[in-house]
């Protein structure tokens, strides 16, 4: 007998599951033992990004399954909202999808039906070739799909600030996710994310979101301008990204140890020694 599996819970449940909001960081490495080391740091939140990166369906889904063992929530963002890539995404065993660069209601409604199984969208039906029913181990699954995904839209330009009640209405759109980079630039502010204006439209996001009782994530590097969105309301953050950790650590042990050496009185810097 094949052992029979139960999936773990989506973004959405483990937010019902918890009062205070939740914290992650992003893996854009492409590396499933970096996830796998993510998973392991306590952070409710693991977000493996397929815009930015070099990542591919394979090395996304070795990420997933290095991962698995961890108690981590691992969210999966797809290039952009395509159809075909969606249906990719998902037999590959992301639970928790976020699509990037949605500016209205109809493209919500859109990436909706990507997700979803006839009646109610247009997933291709490919669960016994597909690790997301684990290759058909999972019982009921093609009844029950909708309960095993979620479905995050990213808000990121001015176009969808102005449209985020509509966009949070479709029925579906299970949370809503700031991005401020692209935000800033979009209201041509590029590289000011902290800016005032930004911060704003970020907070009428998250008002919205309220209002509609649709969680919002926003994306924080700075950990100062993080707790102001989980204070103005945000139900989870993203606060660092395993490259970004990299480089800052790394440049701190150059700066400490590798700082140019002051001359000695003979006017030459003193020799290393090993």
Same mark, same amino acid.
């Given at each position: ?38 998973? /392991?740091?306590?952070? @409710? ?58 500016? *209205? ?26 690790? *997301? ?5 999972? @019982? %009921? ?40 980079? @692209?935000?800033?630039?979009?209201? /041509? ?19 919205? /979101? ?22 103005? /309301? ?26 140019? *050496?002051?001359?000695?009185?003979? %006017? ?7």
């Amino acid at each position: 007998m094949p052992v029979r599996l139960t999936l773990p819970p989506t973004l959405p449940q483990v937010l019902a599951q918890t009062a205070r909001p939740l914290a992650g960081m992003w893996v854009v490495s492409a590396s499933p033992l970096i996830a796998e080391i993510a998973a /392991g740091s306590g952070l @409710d939140l693991l977000l493996i990004d397929g815009e930015h990166s070099a990542n591919s369906l394979q090395s996304i889904q070795l990420q997933l399954q290095a991962t698995a063992a961890y108690p981590v929530t691992s969210m999966v963002r797809v290039p952009f909202g395509d159809t075909v890539l969606i249906k990719q995404y998902l037999d590959l065993g992301a639970q928790n999808l976020i699509v990037p660069m949605v500016d *209205s209601a109809e493209q919500a409604a859109e990436v909706v039906r990507a997700v979803h199984y006839p009646p109610h969208g247009v997933r291709g039906v490919g669960s016994a070739l597909a690790r *997301s029913a684990r290759w058909n181990r999972v @019982d %009921g699954y093609l009844g029950r799909a909708a309960e095993h995904v979620s479905l995050t839209v990213q808000i990121e330009s001015t176009s969808a600030v102005e449209r985020a009640e509509d966009i949070a209405g479709v029925d579906g759109v299970d949370a809503l996710f700031v991005g401020p980079s @692209d935000l800033s630039a979009s209201m /041509g502010l590029l590289g000011q994310q902290t800016h005032a204006d930004v911060v704003a439209a970020v907070e009428h996001v998250i008002e919205v /979101g309220r209002t509609a009782g649709r969680p919002v994530g926003v994306n924080a590097f700075d950990l100062d301008m993080a707790q102001h969105y989980l204070d103005a /309301g945000a139900r989870f953050v993203f606060v660092a990204a395993d490259v970004a950790l990299l480089a800052r650590a790394s440049e701190a042990l150059a700066d400490r140890f590798c700082a140019p *050496s002051e001359p000695d009185a003979g %006017g030459t810097a003193p020799r290393s020694s090993y």
